[in-house]
């Protein structure tokens, strides 16, 4: 388990290196959407986000690889809780595809992170005053969640131009668990790594 | 339009990760308390196993040793360090007051069972003001059992009191209850209440303070146990007679072993 993992993490971070030395000129722009329109359409599955996760998201930047995207995510109940229900904001660069095989081609490396909320009264965003100053500092509802993934897609043929259909897979992590990592040496870098699969749909 | 091939190497590599990836499928976390757990009715599975020793302590005369630990939040290596030093000993079983976690998610409830569970002895816990956070609470009473519960081994008896009132409301500490389980017939010599939040302490319910050292000296408990404060404390907090014996956290490296013999208790600070 553990040594899949450093393995998952050395491949998605040695291969963008090793693509970066091949030269692509096709860093062609697809053509924009009408500005209040979605860029593109994603789904995803758990990443602390929920087990399920959709939302629409914005390309821009140069070459449109800087992404930002909102999704809704619900996590079911379990027969002894509440369903939980999580907002999600994510910022991340995703490098520019090349081609695999076929007509796949493969985005080395998405590295970015998100900002979950998730709603309900016993998730707190500012602890009360009823707590003595600094007994807890984290909140409850929001967590910070960086990751890193790769993604790989084809062109399928659209009605106003080609969409791109991709699939992506990231390791993510969390603010808190990031933190309780560096403060005691019993926990590793596995223990606080999770995975989270994918779909993207650029319209 | 060229479309320039990668090398062999990396056509390979692609695939590979996308199956090593799919195959750590217990990697995916839903959610920070999700409520997919992998263990469930730990207290339960645990008095299963204490029960079986009962035969071997029906005689009020034979020693009854445990450990007392808590606030093993975070704090792994050190916990590991400490499940080895209590399986060097002969102990009964552990005692565990609470604060498994920091944030009460799932995954480091999780982690502290995988931790704990490499105890030769079954364990025993008590909620802390950090496992109520979020779904903590739902968390716990799902993956170990009921906040406030009891037990009795031969003529000992062992009450577990949820004292998080700040995480939960007045009705915390539940007083009416823990007196019930206080009044025990006579073959019950010796009575433990152990919980997170000493009485005195100013996140425990003020207005309980002086009903519960009242129960614990109505009912003459041996020793009151309990975690919180991450320092080891003994004291008559008030001058009654009453034990009342705080672990240090797990950090601290040191916990306390507990030795009753007829109706003395006896405890000492073992250190790791």
């Known amino acids: 388990m553990r040594s899949f993992f450093t393995l998952c993490l050395l491949l998605s971070l040695s291969c963008p290196f090793a693509a970066s030395a091949q030269q692509d000129s096709l860093k062609e722009d697809r053509p924009k959407n009408k500005w209040y329109a979605p860029d593109y359409l994603v789904m995803q599955h758990a990443g602390l986000i929920g087990i399920l996760a959709a939302g629409v998201g914005y390309d821009f930047g140069r070459h449109d690889r800087t992404n930002a995207e909102i999704m809704y995510g619900f996590t079911p109940n379990y027969g002894f809780k509440n369903t939980t229900h999580t907002f999600t904001t994510r910022v991340y660069y995703q490098s520019h595809p090349k081609p695999l095989y076929r007509d796949f081609k493969i985005s080395w490396i998405k590295a970015g992170a998100g900002i979950s909320m998730t709603i309900g009264e016993q998730f707190e965003t500012f602890f009360p005053k009823k707590y003595p100053e600094g007994y807890y500092i984290w909140p409850t509802a929001t967590r910070i969640l960086p990751f890193v993934g790769s993604s790989v897609g084809r062109t399928f043929k659209g009605h106003a131009r080609p969409l791109y259909g991709e699939f992506y897979a990231e390791i993510g992590t969390s603010d808190v668990m990031i933190v309780d990592k560096y403060r005691n040496k019993g926990i590793s870098v596995p223990d606080i790594l999770n995975l989270a699969l994918g779909l993207r749909l650029k319209l | ?272």
Request: hydrophobic share 35%; aromatic share 12%.
């Open chain 2, 1 to 272: 339009m060229k479309t320039k091939h990668l090398p062999r190497i990396q056509k390979w590599l692609a695939p590979l990760l996308l199956l090593l990836v799919l195959s750590a499928c217990e990697a995916f976390e839903y959610h920070p308390y999700a409520g997919n757990l992998e263990y469930k009715n730990l207290t339960a599975q645990n008095l299963d196993r204490i029960k079986a020793l009962e035969t071997q302590y029906s005689n009020p005369l034979t020693p009854l040793r445990f450990a007392l630990t808590g606030d093993t939040q975070g704090y792994f290596a050190e916990t590991e360090d400490m499940v080895k030093d209590m399986n060097s000993r002969d102990i009964a079983f552990v005692l565990h007051a609470g604060d498994l976690t920091n944030y009460a998610f799932t995954d480091e409830f999780e982690r502290m069972h995988r931790a704990l569970s490499k105890l030769k002895m079954p364990y025993l816990t008590v909620i802390g003001n950090h496992d109520c956070l979020g779904d903590g609470d739902k968390l716990y009473k799902e993956m170990y059992g009921p906040l406030d519960y009891s037990f009795t081994l031969g003529p000992h008896k062992f009450i577990f009191l949820n004292t998080n009132f700040l995480e939960f409301d007045e009705s915390v500490p539940n007083m009416s209850w823990l007196e019930q389980e206080l009044q025990t017939p006579a073959s019950i010599a010796n009575k433990f209440v152990l919980s997170h939040i000493s009485p005195e302490n100013s996140e425990a319910n003020p207005n309980q303070e002086e009903n519960y050292a009242r129960l614990m000296r109505q009912y003459n408990v041996r020793l009151s146990l309990q975690g919180h404060t991450h320092n080891y404390q003994a004291r008559e907090l008030y001058k009654d007679g009453i034990k009342y014996v705080t672990t240090a956290a797990a950090l601290k490296r040191s916990y306390v072993l507990v030795t009753v013999t007829g109706t003395q208790a006896t405890f000492e600070k073992i250190e790791f």
